[in-house]
């Protein structure tokens, strides 16, 4: 048996792994509150921060924790805050303030059972749709996920990297399963993982500065508090200075800003992996610890003759489309396996050509969605009963 | 002086109402700067949402206008993310006491080294002169047609009880004393909190004093008076003016930098 | 292909979930093979009957909790009434004597050693429970070295804490070879083979 290198391998829960890539991603900054199941993440970085040079604080709640993420960010910071649920919620108007102001940061959502408090020890999916909507107004947003620990620490550096590059909040929306599930990590050395690093901008000090105005390419560069360019910083609709405005035609210009940076970059931005998808006559679809169990039903499957693949989304915003029609394309049927009432069914539904081939496997009870319960619904779309 | 200096003049004029006082604390905060000599590039100013959070807008510093209530929060942020930058946070009463109540009570008791300025003129003014947790008992607003009947808070006791290492109170017919008090408390090593008491002639006034915009500060020369001043024994309604609080105590910032300093050491 | 499932129930305290752990990264990190640890959150882990999974593989893991364990492990009685369903017919469900009354008719081979009894009466302190019940575990499965296991352990204690922990580990795998021995020759052989890695 192959003897592993230690130094560079941790048997860790995922919540730690958000941590290792965060660390290697740069993190400066992180502020949060204690909540169930996502607390590891904190304690950890209280220990691990400081250690590096970073910072952090506990806040006295979750919008304080948000709002302190985004003011560490503008001196230059990467900074990031990790919430559950109830947290999560209180969060979303901050989130906006994000959104609209610009400003690069990493939320970690490890779902739990909701609504409300629900079941703040076991596992859900049921965040998808919050995450992409939660806030008010017209954006567009990007969530993360990944089913294992090295994607996580892989899909964590990532969203680090487009929150860089898109100046916009990243949401790394995972699940209690994955959160607590303890298995390897193997850290890369640092430079093997690209690191983006936040763009700055070249004018020179005593030549205006303009913070909104977009570059040829779409992108901004930043000026950090404290340096040589001074200028404003609001949550309400601005011009190219920063300076609030309700001109009808600068509303329009930044609302299609901030959609269009995202949206239009569905491409460059979607994550996926595909398992024996080439073949598959079914098409499993799933992400987070759901995709755990489908890809058990698909090895279980394959041995018994049966043409199953499994495309499994790391990016869930902006909606990864292409990626579904395309491995959708020509098969029996798709069922989406997810644990909640249909939140990502229906964004499949909505991408593919024939969406009444679309069925959904879920729990939403607090039990981890298994092997055995999406077999039942196989057994039942093939009329075998369960 | 050239106040001018210190101010975006591309966004004016600003939006702030004929006799409003916000203007003359703004007036004030660059003065105290201004005699403080720090440099521009060096100051942070934070707001919430409101009137008085327009006033980092037309302010040539680092500004950042963020939402309501939560202004200490963001500045907590800045302030540990550079230790080294003045953080300066002008609130209003409601901003500052009723949504951001949480905030300036937890940032008081870390004693981050902010300086945070609530511009109380009993009101909230933006959405149209509602009450605010500051607005006395019997005053009418929009929301108490019939006189308010909820109790007041006393932000200066507010603050002192959650600890903040810094307290004084002024308002804006002491103008060069309120100035005096912005340089001490941005002087000062710890969580520095600055009531000014300031009219509000649009919506407070019209409802409740029917006096000009004059009269209303030349009020808080009747109305208040100097800590430990005889006046306040003979007439205990008088509000007193002056710095309340001003102890040493650990400030948040440093104190976490000291512990970087010596986890590194031990490493 | 190879998959070894282990589930440790007891009660909050008893140190079930950090002998998974250890379990797990003595394999994961110690002999390169493939580990998933989960456990049981919530109201059940502060008293009540507390449970951790570990599967271990040559193979990589997909679905990380336990439906049928090759190996229970009940230090409580309550633990033993509510998780006792769930062991492989022909695995092996090991039980504290003292805590547990075992009266479950399953097909599994039931497995009973004084091991909270032992790890007080030869160490004196029982905080090294957990770890005489990993030594029993290791004994009658070999799953993993105990070498694995101490190289996983010393990586969570303190430096003076590692002899009481390999004593207790001892203890345990003296406990479980004796049991092992005493099945006869010819019958530890096929014991052996049945559970032992490919």
Redesign the interface.
């Known amino acids: 048996m192959k003897r592993s290198n230690v130094a560079t391998q941790k048997f860790i829960q995922g919540n730690e792994a958000v941590v290792e890539g965060a660390l290697y991603a740069g993190l400066?900054?992180y502020?949060g509150y204690p909540i169930t199941p996502s607390t590891e993440i904190a304690e950890q970085l209280a220990e691990k921060l400081?250690?590096r040079?970073g910072?952090f604080?506990q806040?006295?709640?979750e919008?304080?924790?948000m709002?302190?993420?985004?003011?560490?960010?503008?001196?230059?910071?990467k900074?990031m805050t990790a919430t559950s649920g109830p947290g999560f919620s209180l969060m979303q108007?901050?989130l906006g303030?994000a959104v609209m102001a610009e400003v690069p940061c990493v939320v970690v959502n490890v779902q739990r059972t909701g609504p409300s408090t629900g079941i703040a020890t076991t596992v859900a999916q049921a965040d998808v749709m919050q995450a992409r909507w939660g806030t008010h107004g017209d954006h567009a947003i990007i969530a993360l996920t990944a089913s294992n620990l090295q994607d996580l620490f892989r899909i964590t550096v990532e969203a680090f990297n487009m929150a860089e590059t898109y100046r916009t909040p990243v949401i790394l929306l995972i699940d209690e399963v994955v959160g607590h599930m303890r298995e390897k990590l193997t850290i890369p050395a640092p430079g093997e993982y690209q690191v983006v690093d936040r763009l700055l901008t070249s004018v020179p000090s005593g030549i205006d500065y303009h913070p909104y105005l977009p570059r040829e390419d779409g992108r901004l560069p930043m000026s950090?508090?404290?340096?040589?360019h001074?200028?404003?910083?609001?949550?309400?609709i601005h011009d190219m200075?920063g300076?609030?405005s309700t001109d009808p035609a600068v509303a329009y210009n930044l609302i299609h800003h901030l959609v269009d940076k995202i949206e239009n970059m569905e491409l460059e931005i979607a994550r996926y992996q595909e398992f024996f998808t080439e073949d598959a006559e079914i098409l499993l679809i799933s992400y987070g610890s759901s995709a755990r169990s489908a890809l058990q039903v698909v090895e279980d499957r394959r041995k018994q003759g049966v043409k199953m693949g499994l495309l499994e989304l790391n990016t869930l915003w902006p909606f990864p489309a292409e990626a579904v029609r395309r491995n959708s394309a020509g098969k029996n049927y798709i069922l989406v396996v997810e644990m909640n009432m249909g939140q990502i069914y229906q964004e499949v539904k909505k991408a593919v050509q024939n969406p009444e081939r679309v069925y959904l496997a879920n729990r939403f009870d607090g039990i981890f969605i298994s092997h055995n319960d999406i077999g039942k619904v196989l057994n039942l779309i093939q009329g075998k009963g369960v | 002086m050239p106040v001018k200096r210190y101010l975006?003049q591309?966004?004016f004029p600003q939006l702030w109402c004929a006799g409003c006082g916000h203007g003359q604390i703004m007036a004030s905060l660059i003065r105290a700067i201004e005699e403080l000599g720090l440099q521009?590039?060096?100051v942070?100013v934070?707001s919430g949402i409101g009137c008085s959070s327009r006033m980092?807008?037309y302010l040539?510093?680092?500004?950042?206008?963020?939402?309501h209530g939560?202004a200490l929060?963001?500045?907590?942020?800045?302030?540990?993310?550079?230790p080294?930058?003045n953080v300066i946070v002008p609130m209003g009463d409601g901003d500052a006491s009723a949504i951001g109540g949480?905030?300036l009570i937890?940032a008081a008791r870390r004693n981050i080294n902010i300086t945070a300025i609530v511009m109380n003129n009993n009101i909230y003014g933006m959405t149209g002169g509602q009450s605010s947790p500051t607005t006395p008992v019997a005053a009418k607003s929009t929301t108490a047609p019939l006189g308010n009947i909820d109790p007041a808070f006393d932000l200066v006791e507010l603050a002192k009880g959650a600890g903040a290492s810094f307290v004084a109170r002024s308002t804006t017919y002491h103008s060069k004393e309120m100035q005096n008090m912005f340089v001490k408390a941005i002087n000062h090593k710890g969580f520095s909190f600055v009531e000014v008491l300031t009219q509000c002639p649009t919506y407070y006034g019209r409802k409740n004093e029917g006096v000009s915009p004059t009269e209303m500060m030349k009020k808080f020369a009747t109305t208040t008076t100097s800590i430990g001043s005889p006046k306040k024994k003979e007439n205990p309604e008088l509000i007193e003016r002056g710095v309340f609080v001003d102890q040493e105590r650990t400030e948040y910032a440093s104190s976490?930098c000291e512990?970087?300093n010596q986890?590194?050491k031990q490493? | 292909m190879n998959t070894q499932s282990f589930v440790f129930t007891g009660s909050g305290g008893q140190g079930v979930i950090t002998a998974a752990i250890i379990l797990g990264e003595a394999a994961a990190i110690h002999e390169g093979l493939n580990a998933v640890q989960t456990q049981v959150y919530g109201p059940e882990a502060r008293g009540g009957a507390t449970r951790a999974d570990v599967i271990i593989s040559t193979e990589p893991i997909h679905f990380p909790k336990v439906v049928n364990a090759n190996v229970l492990v009940c230090l409580t009685q309550e633990a033993y009434d509510k998780f006792g369903r769930i062991v492989q017919p022909g695995g092996l469900l090991i039980v504290d004597s003292l805590y547990v009354r075992a009266t479950k008719n399953t097909e599994a081979r039931q497995v009973m050693l004084p091991m909270y009894e032992t790890t007080k009466k030869e160490i004196g302190n029982p905080v090294v429970f957990n770890i005489c019940v990993l030594g029993c575990v290791l004994a009658l499965t070999w799953v993993v070295t105990p070498d694995s296991v101490l190289s996983a352990l010393k990586t969570k204690i303190a430096p003076k804490y590692v002899d009481m922990n390999s004593k207790a580990l001892k203890l345990g795998l003296d406990m479980g070879e004796k049991w092992r021995a005493s099945l006869g020759p010819v019958a530890a052989q096929k014991e052996a083979a049945k559970i032992k890695k490919s």
């Open positions: 400066g900054f502020a400081p250690a040079g910072k604080i806040m006295e709640d919008i304080a924790s709002c302190a993420i985004i003011g560490a960010a503008l001196t230059g910071q900074t108007e901050a303030y950090d508090f404290g340096g040589v001074r200028y404003n910083v609001t949550g309400l200075w300076f609030p | 975006r591309r966004f521009k590039n060096n942070v934070v980092p807008g040539d510093f680092h500004t950042l206008h963020t939402l939560r929060a963001f500045a907590t942020g800045v302030k540990m993310g550079r080294e930058l949480n905030h937890h976490y512990m970087i986890m590194r490493k």
